[in-house]
């Protein structure tokens, strides 16, 4: 997947307002499914959105460049939306295993799905206090060639 192009509309405060219109350069974004997180692959034929401006990159209106998002963000955005969910199921279920003897299959099904959701409910209340979310923004990373 290649980095999708945009035009800089807009800038305020180091944020820039900018505008992709040809989202051929991602195959899933041509197709119409998007990214999972669907900021880029709507249906629709232009997309809007307000980015970072990377560190020592100085654009202006009118300007093309290109936009990306962090591999760490986006290694760390798995990790609570996937890791804790399946961290709870383990340790609820692990610690019944070894603490309930016999463990009965309902009461075994009964803590892994406690533990699914209790594994949700801390990865969801980390990534929002840990600012998971709002570092999912796209930032720009260079100018767009011609």
Not at 30 to 35: F, L, Y
Not at 89 to 102: E, K, R
Request: charged letters at 15%; hydrophobic letters at 50%; proline letters at 4%.
């Amino acid at each position: 997947m290649t980095d999708p192009v945009a035009t800089v509309i807009s800038i305020v405060d180091g944020r820039a307002r900018v505008e992709i219109a040809d989202r051929s350069a991602c195959p899933r974004c041509a197709a119409g499914k998007g990214c999972g997180a669907g900021m880029v692959g709507s249906t629709r034929g232009v997309v809007a959105l307000t980015v970072r401006v990377t560190a020592g990159l100085t654009v202006a209106a009118g300007d093309r460049v290109t936009l990306s998002l962090a591999p760490t963000d986006l290694v760390r955005a798995a990790l609570f939306v996937y890791g804790a969910p399946l961290g709870g199921l383990l340790l609820f279920s692990g610690s019944a295993y070894l603490l309930i003897d016999p463990l009965a299959d309902a009461l075994a099904l009964g803590f892994a799905i406690f533990g699914l959701l209790a594994g949700g409910f801390v990865g969801r209340t980390l990534a929002r206090r840990g600012g998971c979310v709002s570092r999912m923004l796209p930032s720009i990373s260079g100018y767009a060639g011609s």
